[in-house]
């Protein structure tokens, strides 16, 4: 791995953005800081797309952990990093008020500010992609079969049964009308019943790349339950993260390339993860958690404070 020389003063703007979040969290834990986020078992051990796909099925695998998404959504599948974004405030809502019904807030400008996001039109303004982002991931069908020792299943699960999106107010009804997701239960279970601690603060710093939050969230799942050193083949890793690589000796290497350089940067948010390349896969040695697995017991009451994620 490259060796950073923080005190130079010549990084990257994104390798200094992650290093000054990893110096946050080394200062303040995420509980304390208000920082702490959520995501489902399910789709820590699995992901979304990271591009744009033409079939309106996807499929991804992690060893004996099968991931189907489909959708009847003429604008296909969700995919980039606004779907992920999406998918842990509605984990982190659910682990702190145990309410199936979320408020999106009163109109959509503020929820763009509670996501960092720009109230902005047009074809590829901000308002544009989170709609985009919204209705394709709300309307999308997951199947998840693990098929090891504990097998398990979700069967043809909808993540909301509805979404009321904004519509035009009168000024004397400005804030008294919200706009709401009304999970499925079943997906609301799942949140509840399998939730996964991370910080929000490294979600932020790693924004950038899909393919970053997919490993770091990922990393410190996998890490949770690490009992020995692991070596996990890179054809197998392909098969869980490399969306868009084609299946050739060509595209495992660039999957390899792409991986290792995204791990880098996880690595500067979560240098307590030992992980180490080898011709054969990436290997895993036991190492703790990025947030301890205790907090997920008892979620402070205290709302989150409010963080820029875009």
Avoid at 115 to 144: E, P, Q
Avoid at 174 to 191: I, P
Avoid at 235 to 242: E, N
């Amino acid at each position: 791995m490259e060796v950073y020389d923080y005190q130079a003063g010549q990084l990257p703007d994104r390798v200094r953005n992650l290093i000054e979040a990893h110096l946050a969290i080394e200062t303040e834990d995420a509980k304390s800081a208000g920082t702490l986020g959520f995501m489902t078992r399910s789709l820590a051990i699995a992901t979304l797309p990271h591009r744009r796909v033409k079939d309106f099925r996807f499929v991804r695998k992690n060893g004996d952990f099968t991931l189907t998404m489909m959708t009847a959504h003429p604008e296909g599948l969700p995919y980039g990093t606004l779907p992920r974004l999406l998918l842990t405030w509605v984990c982190t809502e659910v682990a702190q008020h145990r309410e199936r019904e979320l408020s999106l807030g009163p109109n959509l400008a503020s929820y763009l500010a509670e996501l960092g996001l720009h109230n902005t039109g047009g074809k590829r303004g901000d308002i544009t992609r989170l709609k985009h982002a919204m209705t394709t991931l709300f309307s999308s069908v997951i199947t998840c079969h693990y098929e090891g020792a504990n097998k398990w299943a979700l069967q043809n699960v909808l993540l909301a049964d509805g979404v009321n999106w904004w519509t035009p107010q009168n000024p004397e009804e400005a804030g008294e009308w919200q706009s709401r997701v009304f999970l499925s239960e079943r997906f609301f279970n799942e949140c509840v019943e399998h939730k996964l601690p991370f910080d929000m603060r490294a979600i932020r710093a790693l924004r950038q790349s899909p393919l970053a939050l997919d490993i770091y969230v990922w990393l410190t799942h996998r890490m949770s339950y690490l009992s020995k050193r692991t070596t996990i083949p890179w054809i197998s890793l392909s098969g869980q993260f490399g969306a868009g690589y084609a299946v050739t000796d060509q595209g495992l290497r660039d999957f390899k390339r792409a991986f290792l350089r995204e791990l880098k940067h996880v690595l500067i948010i979560y240098p307590a993860a030992r992980v180490s390349d080898s011709p054969n896969g990436l290997v895993l040695y036991p190492s703790p958690t990025h947030v301890s697995a205790s907090v997920s017991v008892a979620v402070s009451s205290t709302p989150p404070k409010q963080l820029s994620l875009l």
